[in-house]
């Protein structure tokens, strides 16, 4: 099964972007991140919801105790910003500068591995610099489950 039957087309972010306008395009497509475009058009990163949670919304000391707070904890919250100014704030601050790109001619099995080998959840697949679409190991799962489904 190649990836480009099965990726996932979205928007790419650009400098100037709102994290609002990136995290809408990542809720409404169910992706976990989508590329970043910079000004001269070229892909040089990636916005990952993880990313921007691990930078703004999740203390370090609550992830290393995180198996020592109970369900009753009430008086903790997203910390030191509010999700209004977040959404605000533009994105190019939250930029991952790596990226993984994949062709669209790659074979589902190779991108679970290179997924499991750089510990993501997806990748972006590209012809030479045209961006095609995010590939997650949800849509790959889709895809099995649809073929498997349909052949019965």
């Not at 099965?6 to 972007?17: C, F, L």
């Amino acid at each position: 099964m190649k990836i480009k039957h099965i990726s996932i087309p979205t928007k790419v972010a650009r400098p100037g972007m709102l994290v609002g306008e990136v995290m809408t395009e990542c809720v409404e497509k169910d992706v976990p991140g989508i590329p970043f475009v910079d000004a001269e058009g070229n892909l040089s990163g990636r916005f990952s919801v993880r990313h921007l949670f691990l930078l703004c919304c999740i203390p370090q000391d609550i992830i290393q105790g995180a198996h020592l707070l109970g369900d009753d904890i009430e008086d903790l919250d997203f910390p030191h910003i509010r999700a209004d100014e977040l959404m605000a704030r533009k994105v190019d601050e939250f930029i991952f500068p790596d990226v993984i790109r994949l062709s669209p001619n790659f074979q589902a099995i190779k991108a679970l591995a290179i997924m499991e080998q750089y510990n993501t959840e997806y990748l972006f697949v590209t012809e030479g610099d045209d961006y095609q679409g995010v590939v997650t190991r949800l849509s790959i799962a889709k895809a099995i489950v649809t073929k498997v489904c349909c052949v019965e």
